[in-house]
């Protein structure tokens, strides 16, 4: 038995959760947490989050389905008649990606789980800077919903939310994961695509530019690499 | 086509819920929102969710489950190994039917939909000091989701949480509903029976005391009938 406290990562299964766990998994026991909700590659997501939790020996895991965020639509992600719009990084325009009020739907269950397992914390892997801007990915969020935790939560219950890489730029990601050696080869980032990475999504175009400014050869394979150096 | 706003109101089909509807009802156009968790008793709030949404004429309903509550546990309204305690109304104690962190998953689903829809406000019959001592029945605790919602949407997005009934007593919800002609009779409150309300458990108990000092008899019926006038 660890005597180490506990913590939930939430691991969707990319880069950036993965990291994530690198890091919590420095100093805490992990259970990790995975959500289905619906998204176009979520059988390929599970598929990684899976290889993540066996690479980090995590036995306590939970699998959730909230297919109501499918129900409930108004996002390119889980709503089939929204197209994917390819990669436009430097946009302010919140891409229709989004999936309205997402992470508040994630951390809520995760809260539920920690309070029920006794984690003292949770870690996602939200990145702020360099991101597609979704509102729910901001620090300022997560310091809103901690207060909601410390209200909502029985007197004795202690759980802070921690985002290790909200303030890193994607190349510094790729960096700290190959520092912590982080089976980056395991994550799965493609919005779109199942079998290979489409390359011009959101989601890895940001992931490639990341790799292209450290330098370092991403391990899985795209349909398209294009130079998002200058991006 | 209403020109009212919209508002989106969580309708578990309990007493609460309902005369919370019927508050919104003089102001707003309803989208109802029904959420089964595994609890109990389930079914038999799903009738009353769709008795109440027919009685208000609400087209907009959506029903969704998130039966991940039953899978984390932790409850006796969703754990069957964990017995539904009687009612010990004075107690200070967190009763066994507390479902870890509960409302801030209904609430996250609500928002999520809200921002699609355009609903400005979301209604919960949430319910403070006569109620059970959840921790996220507290005004406090709404007070902190509202401003996740502001850090956590979309810039031009407004979605406020309204809680009409949190500061009153069972009896004035009571007489409250009678007002506003509110069908009391096809809602349903008890924890743990489908067939007849058990008379006895936290929820039945808080129900009956509020009929009862109000003067009033309640229109469903109870397989055991105490006075609680002095709980």
């Given at each position: 038995m660890s005597n180490r406290d506990k913590a939930i990562v939430l691991v969707s299964g990319g880069m950036d959760s993965l990291v994530t766990a690198a890091i919590a998994n420095e100093k805490y026991e992990l259970s990790l947490l995975h959500i289905n909700y619906g998204q176009r590659t979520q059988n390929r997501e599970l598929k990684a989050f899976n290889g993540i939790a066996d690479h980090y020996n995590a036995d306590n895991r939970l699998v959730v389905s909230i297919e109501y965020l499918a129900q409930i639509g108004g996002s390119s992600?889980?709503?089939?008649?929204?197209?994917v719009s390819a990669a436009d990084i430097n946009s302010k325009e919140i891409p229709t990606s989004y999936v309205p009020f997402r992470n508040a739907n994630?951390?809520?269950?995760?809260?539920?789980?920690?309070?029920?397992?006794g984690a003292s914390r949770i870690f996602i892997g939200a990145v702020e800077e360099d991101s597609s801007?979704?509102?729910?990915?901001?620090q300022i969020f997560y310091d809103a919903f901690n207060n909601v935790i410390e209200a909502g939560t029985k007197p004795m219950t202690s759980i802070i939310i921690e985002t290790p890489i909200i303030s890193l730029k994607k190349y510094e990601i790729v960096k700290r994961g190959i520092e912590l050696k982080a089976p980056l080869e395991l994550s799965w980032s493609c919005y779109k695509n199942e079998d290979i990475a489409c390359g011009v999504c959101d989601s890895c175009a940001l992931r490639l530019k990341g790799f292209q400014l450290a330098g370092i050869e991403d391990p899985i394979g795209y349909a398209v690499i294009r130079d998002y150096r200058n991006c």
């Open positions: 992600l889980t709503d089939r008649s929204i197209e994630m951390l809520s269950i995760a809260v539920s789980w920690a309070e029920v397992i801007g979704y509102p729910d990915c901001r």
